[in-house]
């Protein structure tokens, strides 16, 4: 165990003096002066013994209420976090992201819905391979995003476009690009079907 080094300097002094009282030899007469500063050295280690349990006892309550208080604060953005899935899962409107790149990265039930596709991968492998094929018209994404590159959305663009199963419709779509803290840039977007 490493001792702190607070209490070393007097335990090393008390340890001196019983050194030097043993190298008298079988004389273990100790004066009376010698027997107060050991009785003042045990004192002096003995209170800073409490000190540092006191101390140790204050920080070890204080990382208890560290803990619980980031405890506290996991649950509840857990708790938001299953809220927000859960509106972005039910909500009617489509909802997507993309990469800086362009390539598919997240798409709710509703988009999934409207394009009769089953799954986000299916999704993903169409828009990777050719996303004008969502689009009657093949040069609206490409201007929607062209125009991403200047401005931080578009908004409420009407588009036609046809499902996988080649049935057309109309949406409003809005796209904004956002960049997160490290920098990385995304494309997320809002699809509203128009009858």
Known sequence: MITPRIIQ?????????????????DEWSIEDHELHELGTLVSEIGEMKDHLTKEFVTLKEHL?????????????????EQRHLRIVKNIPVGIFI??????????????LNMFE??????LGILFKNSPESLFKNKDIFEELTHKLKSLDRVEDVEVDLISLNDN????????????????????????????
């Open 9 to 25: 300097t007097p335990i090393r002094r008390l340890n001196r003096k019983i050194a030097s009282i043993r190298s008298h030899g």
């Open 64 to 80: 208890e209420e560290r803990i619980e208080m980031l405890e506290s604060v996991t649950v509840k953005a857990e708790k938001h």
């Open 168 to 195: 057309p419709f109309k949406g409003l779509m809005t796209l904004y690009k956002v960049e997160e803290n490290d920098g990385k840039l995304f494309f997320e977007g809002i699809l509203k079907r128009i009858e």
């Open 117 to 122: 596709i089953k799954n986000s991968e299916q």
């Open 98 to 111: 993309l990469d800086k790149d362009r390539n598919f990265i997240f798409g709710n039930p509703a988009l």
